[in-house]
């Protein structure tokens, strides 16, 4: 490798951890400012939009999971938008805990990791008490 290309990566690396654009090396070695439409190649997504979008997306844990199965629960695209909503609603309000409840469906939901604690069905909520919440979401 180059002394050119060495400094290309250094350069890279450093941007990156800054959470910077790379920049390109014009004449007589200026740094000259690359556009994220520049540095992405097409149809491809940065690093920190892959990142993100991972970060944000709603978890179920083992506990929730093994209660969808046992229960015959089934999470629709609508039902997932519609908690994706919710917890978007109690994040922006700073809940910590939450029961969201959407249409005859219970789920606790740890806000801040984005995690479905565990889900009840209609059956599995009567007679139910909810502890250790901060908040309720009702969908529609």
Same mark, same amino acid.
């Given at each position: 490798?180059?002394?050119?290309?060495?400094n290309?990566?250094?350069?890279?690396?450093l941007?990156?951890?800054? $959470? &910077?654009?790379?920049?390109?090396? $014009?004449?007589?070695? %200026?740094?000259?400012?690359?556009?994220?439409?520049?540095? %992405?190649?097409?149809?491809?997504?940065?690093?920190?939009?892959?990142?993100?979008?991972?970060t +944000? +997306? &709603?978890?179920?844990? %083992?506990?929730?999971?093994s209660?969808?199965? *046992?229960?015959?629960?089934?999470?629709?695209?609508?039902?997932?938008?519609?908690? +994706?909503?919710?917890?978007?609603?109690?994040?922006?309000?700073? %809940?910590?805990? *939450?029961?969201?409840?959407?249409?005859? &469906?219970?789920?606790?939901?740890?806000?801040?990791?984005?995690?479905?604690?565990?889900?009840?069905?209609?059956? *599995?909520?009567?007679?139910?008490?909810?502890t250790?919440?901060? *908040?309720?979401?009702i969908?529609?």
């Amino acid at each position: 490798m180059n002394k050119i290309d060495q400094n290309d990566i250094q350069n890279r690396i450093l941007a990156s951890r800054a $959470g &910077l654009t790379p920049v390109n090396r $014009g004449a007589g070695g %200026a740094a000259v400012p690359r556009t994220q439409a520049e540095g %992405a190649v097409a149809g491809r997504k940065s690093f920190g939009d892959l990142l993100k979008a991972k970060t +944000e +997306e &709603l978890k179920f844990s %083992a506990h929730a999971s093994s209660r969808l199965k *046992s229960r015959g629960i089934e999470v629709t695209p609508d039902v997932m938008g519609k908690l +994706e909503k919710a917890v978007a609603g109690a994040e922006g309000k700073g %809940a910590k805990d *939450s029961l969201v409840i959407v249409k005859d &469906l219970a789920f606790i939901v740890n806000i801040p990791n984005r995690t479905i604690v565990t889900a009840m069905d209609g059956e *599995s909520v009567k007679d139910n008490i909810f502890t250790n919440i901060d *908040s309720t979401v009702i969908t529609d």
